[in-house]
């Protein structure tokens, strides 16, 4: 069965290339816009991985991984952080907080993202 992957992004247009990709890899994705939307649909589906973005409408990326980690039954789900905020502190919070890795999105490409993805769910 295929691994199911949550993008909660705001941005459309990345949203549904890394939607592309990832179906095109046989990955199932799923899709959120907001923070809210993003925790709702980790109860509902359970997916096998998140990529999460923190500049979100509502909830921030922080807040949802903080509840996402916080929630026994989504706890031991990966989560990659995908976002612009580049500064160590932001992404050392990140991992702190229990995200699995930290990807900048102005130095990667859909590709790369595959690829973390893949490793990952190994």
Request: hydrophobic fraction near 40%; charged fraction near 35%; proline fraction near 4%.
């Amino acid at each position: 069965m295929a691994k199911t992957i949550l993008i909660i992004e705001d941005d459309q247009f990345l949203r549904e290339l890394i939607v592309r990709k990832i179906t095109g890899e046989g990955f199932s994705a799923l899709e959120a816009e907001s923070g809210e939307q993003g925790i709702e649909k980790t109860k509902q589906e359970k997916p096998d991985l998140i990529l999460l973005d923190l500049m979100l409408p509502g909830i921030g990326g922080f807040e949802v991984l903080k509840k996402i980690k916080e929630d026994k039954n989504s706890n031991s789900i990966p989560i990659i952080i995908l976002s612009n905020l580049a500064e160590p502190e932001e992404m050392e919070k990140g991992l702190k907080m229990g995200a699995v890795d930290f990807l900048i999105k102005a130095h990667l490409t859909p590709r790369e993202i595959i690829d973390k993805v893949k490793s990952i769910l190994k």
